[in-house]
C-alpha cells in the first residue's frame, strides 16, 4: 500500500476517460438516432395516408390461399 506514482494515476485517468468516450458516444448516437426517427414517423403518421402493413400482409394471405387449388384425390 505505497503511494501512487502520478503518472500511475494519469493511466488510470487516461483509461478510464478512453472508456468512457468510447462507450458514450455510440450510446448517445443511437438515442440520437432512435429518437430522429421516431420523430420522422410520428410526422409521416398523422400528415401522410401510410398504409398498414400488418392489414396488407393478411389481405395478401387471403388471396393466395383462395387462388391455391383444392387437392386432387
Same mark, same amino acid.
Given at each position: 500500500?505505497?503511494?501512487? &506514482? /502520478?503518472?500511475?494515476?494519469?493511466v488510470w485517468?487516461?483509461?478510464?476517460q %478512453?472508456? +468512457?468516450?468510447?462507450?458514450? &458516444? /455510440? ?10 426517427? %421516431?420523430? +420522422? ?16 400482409l393478411e ?5 393466395l ?5 383444392p387437392?386432387?384425390?
Amino acid at each position: 500500500m505505497g503511494t501512487r &506514482l /502520478p503518472s500511475e494515476s494519469l493511466v488510470w485517468y487516461q483509461v478510464a476517460q %478512453n472508456f +468512457v468516450s468510447s462507450v458514450t &458516444l /455510440p450510446v448517445l448516437l443511437f438515442q440520437l438516432g432512435f429518437t430522429f426517427g %421516431n420523430v +420522422v414517423g410520428m410526422y409521416l403518421a398523422q400528415n401522410y395516408d401510410i398504409p398498414n402493413l400488418a392489414k396488407k400482409l393478411e389481405e395478401i394471405k387471403k388471396d393466395l390461399d383462395a387462388k391455391k387449388k383444392p387437392p386432387s384425390s
